[in-house]
């Protein structure tokens, strides 16, 4: 079966029966020791329909700070049987020495996986879960803003009025137009695909893409595999939806912005090491692209004064990609139903394919 299959069935069997189906395959299927097993959420402020899933089952423990140090999760990681990632910080091999033998799963609330360790859980074929798909709607739709709102100049715009140089006329403030436009996607997997669907609506030129290899799914989106060279050149909007790994750190750097046109559009939503940042800002100060539209950024949080944040023509937003109620709802209750899947031994709803 192949994984772009693999990913639909997950997804159908999420929206329609996950409640009932997965909360009771767990019932059925965790030893009963007579015992409660432990779970650590790592974050206090994690959604209550996570929580919930695992108190069907389990006691549930939060780290005493909020946000949590890395020593207090080390400390706690050791008396538990499972542990609920949330949040980007390493998730590395100390963690697993540190929850020792009772330690029996892990599932990261994300779908960015890049501040896991892989080949450590990999080694020690520890089971390890993750929360994607249910966030592609969501990312998809910040996406989306961020090209319109960089396209049109939204953030400009609102400087002007702010600074009352609101002057108006015939030739004022003019952005890109989307219909008829070339649209790049760096990165066909199930956000680029979701971005791929919704720019459907905007009667767009053309749509390419980039990737080890042809996805048929992209393929029936209408879009077409080009080398990165000729996307970068081609493109009057880019959209970036790749994993942050070795291969992707900085792709976007001075000489792929110098390869773009001058009324380029660029939108990151997946990790902010993927960009240079610094080439970038200095492509968008200098006229070598139009503007950016960013839901990451190097650092997170980013200081206020990062230079970046004084650019007109960058709009900046603080990773908001999957933040909505039902998106964290979703994930809270994947990454649950991972661990409580994990502590049976059984397999996870969404384990990561290491
Ligand atoms: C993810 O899940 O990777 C998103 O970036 C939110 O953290």
């Known amino acids: 079966m192949n994984k772009g299959f693999v990913r639909i069935l997950l997804g159908l069997l999420f929206y329609g029966v996950l409640s009932t189906i997965s909360a009771q395959s767990v019932e059925t299927t965790m030893v009963n020791t007579g015992k409660r097993p432990v779970v650590l959420v790592t974050n206090k402020e994690t959604p209550e329909k996570g929580i919930n899933k695992l108190r069907l089952k389990c006691d549930v423990i939060f780290p005493e700070n909020h946000p949590a140090t890395r020593d207090e999760i080390l400390e706690l990681a050791g008396q538990v049987d499972g542990i609920m990632w949330v949040g980007h910080m390493l998730l590395n091999g100390e963690v697993l020495d540190r929850g020792g033998s009772r330690l029996k799963a892990i599932s990261t609330m994300s779908a960015g996986m890049d501040y896991v360790d892989i080949d450590e859980f990999r080694k020690r074929k520890f089971p390890l879960g993750y929360t994607p798909i249910v966030l592609n709607d969501a990312v998809a739709d910040s996406a989306i803003g961020l090209m319109i709102a960089a396209g049109r100049r939204f953030h400009e715009g609102r400087l002007a009025i702010d600074q009352s140089q609101w002057t108006g006329g015939p030739q004022w403030m003019l952005g890109q137009d989307i219909k008829g436009s070339t649209v790049g996607i760096i990165g066909m997997g199930g956000i680029g695909q979701t971005i791929a669907r919704r720019l459907k ?113 960058a709009v900046v937003i603080p990773h908001l990609g999957s933040a909505t109620v039902q998106t964290r709802d979703n994930m809270a209750e994947i990454a649950a139903l991972n661990v409580l899947a994990g502590i049976a031994g059984t397999p996870m709803f969404s384990p990561y394919p290491y």
Not at 224 to 253: C, G
Not at 262 to 283: E, F, H, P, S, Y
Not at 305 to 313: A, F, I, M, V
Request: charged fraction near 20%.
């Open 201 to 313: 609506g905007f009667e767009i030129g053309q749509l390419l893409y980039t990737g080890r290899r042809p996805k048929p799914e992209a393929e029936a989106l209408g879009a077409k595999m080009v080398p990165q060279a000729e996307l970068l050149q081609e493109s009057d909007y880019i959209f970036i939806a790749v994993p942050l790994t070795n291969e992707t750190h900085h792709l976007i750097n001075e000489s792929a912005l110098a390869k773009m046109k001058r009324t380029a559009v660029l939108v990151n939503v997946a990790r902010g090491d993927i960009v240079d940042q610094k080439a970038l800002v200095a492509a968008l100060k200098n006229g070598t692209i139009f503007a950016a539209g960013l839901d990451v950024t190097t650092p997170e949080p980013l200081p206020a004064d990062d230079e970046l944040l004084s650019l007109p023509n």
